[in-house]
């Protein structure tokens, strides 16, 4: 087993904290440094400029505290995740200490250019072994990296994405449980037509609602709209009272208020992104491991991973969305062998974190 210096943002609920315990329970020594940690009370414009001009204060803290913690733990591995801030010459120094670098990226980089910046542009062809979670994405890494490059996809954590112990009430009929999406919005305003009982959790949906006029609202969906810089659309009545308080500033649920609300659904959906092309997201695996049935895009990737009316349902249109919708609401038999099938699957096919984590390192040779 190895010594590991694990950069990640461990914040609750972060996918990024599921993977470092997974790293742990495999048997390696893990140290942890919080990335995340460098903005906790930062205001919302101090935030901004730095991460803007990509200096400060904050920044040196960060690849201050990696240098000092490989120093005091001496890593075989390091393992960094979406290391957006961290500098050349720290990730160079971390090399000439004879650590294998990974870098691991749960999200698009090269197709989104508002995720991209100059210091990981400079960083990712130091890396020995780059974690791709983003089939359409490996080919712009082949392009721009030097390491060996490994498509792996997104998982579940056993632990945090486990069934509830009791029995969670049916109380939910359609759930969702990510982002605001124009999309999205329109998909779930629609659900709201075959029933009261909607629920949904996740950054942007309180912002939504509110006033048009307002420019950070304006900028902030903006990025979520694929082809815009800013969003002026009128707020979803339909939607205002399906939206969960959530924790926290931005809505979302975590944990064991996600597995909670899964699991009391008879519909938890699977909706991919519009604004990027992706195939699947963590929700494609979190919500059959824990026990939920799932509606989701038709994607390839999907189709590969649970089969179609048996493992989970597809739909590939707005109006395939509402029929599915009113088939499953009267159908609790189908819904529920689905639903057992899919995480059947999702148990014996290798798509925790845990498994996810050894095929990438077996792929080194560690």
Known sequence: MMRVLFVGYLGRGQ????????LRRLGHEV?????GAIWRGVGYLTRQIAQTTLRGSRIDELNRSVLEKAAQHRPELVWAEKQ??????????????????????????????????????????LYDLLVVTKRYEMEAYRLQCRGLIVYSPLGYDPVGHA??????????????????????????????????????????????????????????????????????????????????????????????????AVAGSR?????????????????????????????ADRTNEHLELFEEGKEAEYFGSDEEFRDKLRFYLANDAARGRIARAGHERCMSSGYSYDDRIRSVLNEIKL
């Open 163 to 260: 069934p509830p112990a009791a029995q969670a009430a049916r109380d939910g009929d359609v759930v969702f449980v990510g982002g605001w999406e124009r999309r999205r919005e329109r998909l779930l305003s629609s659900a709201c037509d075959f029933t009261d009982r909607v629920s949904v959790w996740g950054y942007g949906w309180r912002i939504a609602q509110g006033s048009r006029a307002n420019p950070l609202r304006a900028l902030r969906l903006g990025r979520l709209t694929p082809g815009r810089s800013t969003y002026f659309g009128s707020p979803s009545r339909k939607l205002a009272r399906t939206i969960g308080e959530g924790e926290g500033s931005n809505g979302e649920i975590y944990e064991e208020g996600y597995a909670n």
């Open 84 to 125: 957006e801030y961290l500098r050349p010459e720290t990730i160079e120094e971390l090399s000439a200490r004879g650590a294998v670098l990974v870098h691991y990226n749960p999200d698009p980089y090269f197709s989104v250019e508002w995720k991209q910046n100059a210091l990981a542009d400079a960083c990712l062809p």
């Open 15 to 22: 996918t990024s904290g599921m993977r470092c315990a997974a």
């Open 267 to 295: 519909i938890a959906l699977g909706l991919v992104r519009e604004a990027w092309p992706d195939e699947h997201t963590t929700r494609t695996f979190e919500i059959p491991a824990i026990g939920g049935f799932m509606l």
């Open 31 to 35: 140290l942890a440094v919080d990335a």
